[in-house]
């Protein structure tokens, strides 16, 4: 069974750090590219960062470029997100998701269950 | 900083049709990329719905269907069930400086 779990999530003061990791399972995981997406309380889905599945190359949102660094372990078939600087506003549950293949291109067709990060004083 | 508009809410008996608009642009929907939709029940996480802007993955329901034209897609779901009362958000690649992905503003369906 295909399968992404979702780990490290907690509360945080804001400018704090924490480190969020993705295990995957069921696929092979070092030939898909993979993401974090996020979801404040209440809010919709926010995109927040990507990498290849070499690792080669990285992508990220506008609101975490320079805070946030995804990174992966194909050896470990883990996927990192490190989390710096925390703000308020970087509140939500964070969804690790797989990113498809050929006719799924660009689409987000395994995700986690979700891990939550709080950022408060 | 959602870039794909949709409407806030829609609503449908039992056994009715409703659609889902989802209203891009031309860096993104209208630059020809694909558009994807997801599922999102109550408390858990998305599930992809509909890929490629029209396909369905196995084991998603045919009452699901999707189209694109221009710099909009939508999502129609027809003989409406209880079990649809979700939300549900469409996704596009985008080529513009700031983001890679964007996702729609999410619309709740709620079967009457």
């Known amino acids: 069974e295909v399968q992404l779990l979702e780990s490290g999530g907690g509360l945080v003061q804001p400018g704090g750090s924490l480190g969020l990791s993705c295990a995957a399972s069921?696929?092979?995981?070092?030939?898909?590219?993979m993401s974090w997406v996020r979801q404040a309380p209440g809010k919709g889905l926010e995109w927040v960062s990507a990498i290849s599945s070499s690792g080669e190359r990285t992508y990220y949102a506008d609101s975490v470029r320079g805070r946030f660094t995804i990174s992966r372990d194909n050896s470990k078939n883990t996927l990192y997100l490190q989390m710096n600087s925390l703000r308020a506003e970087d509140t939500a549950v964070f969804y690790c998701?797989?990113?498809?293949?050929?006719?799924?291109?660009?689409?987000?067709?395994?995700w986690g269950q979700g891990t939550v990060v709080t950022v408060s004083s | 900083q959602s870039v794909l508009t949709q409407p806030p809410s829609v609503s449908g008996a039992p056994g009715q049709r409703v659609t889902i608009s989802c209203t891009g642009s031309r860096s993104n929907i209208g630059a020809g990329y694909g558009v994807h939709w997801y599922q999102q029940l109550p408390g858990t996480a998305p599930k992809l719905l509909i890929y490629?802007?029209?396909n369905r993955p196995s084991g998603v329901p045919d009452r699901f269907s999707g189209s694109k034209s221009g710099t909009s897609a939508s999502l129609a779901i027809t003989g409406l069930q209880a079990e649809d009362e979700a939300d549900y958000y469409c996704q596009s690649n985008d080529n513009s400086l700031s983001v890679f992905y964007v996702f729609g503003t999410g619309t709740k369906v709620t079967v009457l």
């Open positions: 490629g802007n029209t």
């Open positions: 998701a797989k990113l498809g293949k050929v006719a799924t291109r660009d689409a987000f067709d395994i």
């Open positions: 069921g696929f092979t995981f070092s030939t898909y590219a």
